[in-house]
């Protein structure tokens, strides 16, 4: 640890979700204190929450508040060492249409919860992580093979209503039109949101980064790739693809998938993401600035729904639908370089791994509703999906 408090007392807002949680359990298991300052919000927690019997452990500190009240922030800073700021709305569908909650909650929630900070000059705090997102890269980075050097990397724009509605995929060359390939996005690629969620998280980036620089505290700003295992929420149907197929999959109804099912994404277990905050606290020197936190894989959705049914022994049939989402990206593959500088060896957890953990955990939960068409219907209704 560093030179913290003993022992070190870290605020982890947004700490009773899924990754906070996961988080908070490891920070004790190591010796900090832990405060959580969650509102325990009905989308993720249910209207009841239940499964929180772990916050009554003597070294959490829970404060059900908001990073949108000045006084619960005033009284979940004091005495802290260090803050991971997780609360946010997350779900990338939802943001289109939610647009002012998206924006209140995340750029607005992280600048109260800065404006605390900057305006507490006694305040303890000398590390402030940032949960961000890969969504800020946009389509991230790809190569033509056809016209350019497989070298020369191209930040290609969001696809675009008319491209997508004709069915065409992949993000296009515009200089020889041809299917552009995905190659690892790195931190100092362009950045390029493609949804309100993507811009909020953007938006948290930047007033971290000024914010921190400004009034002395070192800071990280961690770029989570998707994010799966043990623990994600199951009731919620705006985001977490693999929690929403394990419901579906557990009521025997098909998993529909949009776009060719080619689309892919980088799965980072959540044990290798917490590794990742914990080693951004504790390091004896920060590693300031920016760190993509995936698996430095691509995995298509029609394959990660497959290696979901096998994990589950529950086959049902995939159906690609050739439907897409406004503000959803192709592919995404993480360049992990930094990461394993941040945390030697790197993520330790294999996809196969993962997905039977969560297989296991998910079995011992009870069966959720299936809120899949409810949530897509929302986005039809608003013409963001077709
Ligand atoms: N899970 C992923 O795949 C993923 C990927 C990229 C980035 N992230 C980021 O990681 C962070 C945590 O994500 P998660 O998957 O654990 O989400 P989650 O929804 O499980 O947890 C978020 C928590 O924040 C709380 N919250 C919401 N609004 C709040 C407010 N105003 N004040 C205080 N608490 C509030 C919720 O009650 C919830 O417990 C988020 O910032 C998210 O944008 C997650």
Known sequence: MSSFADPPLVLVTGGAGFIGSRLSSLLVAQGFTVRILDTLSPQVHGSVPENLGWLNNCSIDFIRGSVNDKSDIERALAG???????AAETGT?????????????NSHGTAQLLDALSL????????FVLASSRSVYGEGSYTCNVCSDPSNRLSPPPRSAEQLASHRWNPICIACGS????????????VRPASVYAATKYAQEDLVR??????????SILRFQNVYGEGQSLMNPYTGILSIFSTRIRRGLDLPIFEDGLESRDFVHVDDVVRAIVASISSPSPMSGIVNIGSG????????????????GIEVPLRVTGEYRVGDIRHNIADISRFCTLLPGGPQISLAEGLARFAAWVKTQPLPDDLLESANNELRERKLMA
């Open 80 to 86: 802290v060492s260090a803050v991971v700021h997780l």
């Open 179 to 190: 299917d552009l390939l995905s190659v690892p996005t790195q931190e100092s690629d362009p």
């Open 120 to 127: 507490t000059r006694s305040h303890s705090v000398s590390r």
């Open 93 to 105: 569908g939802q943001s289109m249409y939610e647009i002012s909650r998206y924006n209140f909650v």
């Open 210 to 219: 000024i914010v921190c620089q400004s009034i002395g505290v070192d800071h």
């Open 297 to 312: 894989l691509g995995t298509s959705v029609t394959d990660v729904a497959k290696g979901l049914m096998t994990a589950l």
